[in-house]
């Protein structure tokens, strides 16, 4: 009782029509149209470039410090003092401050400069702090134990400082 198995019927392959090109046009596919001449090639691709436009020299440069360790009211009564002057005479009025935030102040005030230095190619005699602020930086939320068991809330602030410095 061998039942022999059938094999399945292949699809007959339907041959496609072959259709004659002219020997004209089976050339233009081949080979593509040649210029009259190399010259005026040439000139057809200087037509095409595009014409770049000319970059500016940036006349400022930036640099940002975030979350600096000190409070923002206590780093605005720094950078209020340097405000509009030359970089020079800013980094020096710096120098002598007494207070916690001066560092970190000329630390982005030093930044600023070798950024327009050597980023943009600033001549570093002619820079002078055009913009300086503080802004909040993280605030850590902290638990201070306090009397009876209790807790009171205690914010440690940071701060973010930026300097944009200018060319006169």
């Not at 009876?148 to 602030?157: I, P, T, Y």
């Amino acid at each position: 009782m061998a039942e022999e198995k059938k094999a399945p019927k292949k699809a007959k392959k339907v041959a496609e029509p072959v259709v004659e090109e002219s020997a004209a046009v089976a050339k233009e596919k081949k080979a593509p149209r040649k210029v009259a001449s190399k010259k005026a090639a040439k000139v057809a691709k200087e037509k095409v470039k595009p014409v770049a436009p000319e970059k500016l020299m940036p006349t400022e440069a930036k640099a940002i410090a975030r979350n600096v360790k000190v409070t923002p009211r206590k780093v605005r009564l720094v950078i209020d003092l340097v405000r509009g002057l030359e970089v020079k005479q800013a980094l020096s009025i710096l120098g002598n401050v007494n207070r916690s935030a001066s560092k970190p102040v000329i630390k982005v005030i030093k930044s600023a400069v070798a950024n327009a230095v050597n980023n943009f190619g600033m001549d570093e005699d002619t820079l002078y702090i055009d913009e300086i602020y503080a802004n909040d930086g993280l605030k850590m939320k902290r638990y201070m134990p306090r009397a009876k068991g209790s807790a009171s809330g205690l914010v440690k602030r940071s701060s973010n400082i930026t300097v944009v410095v200018k060319m006169k």
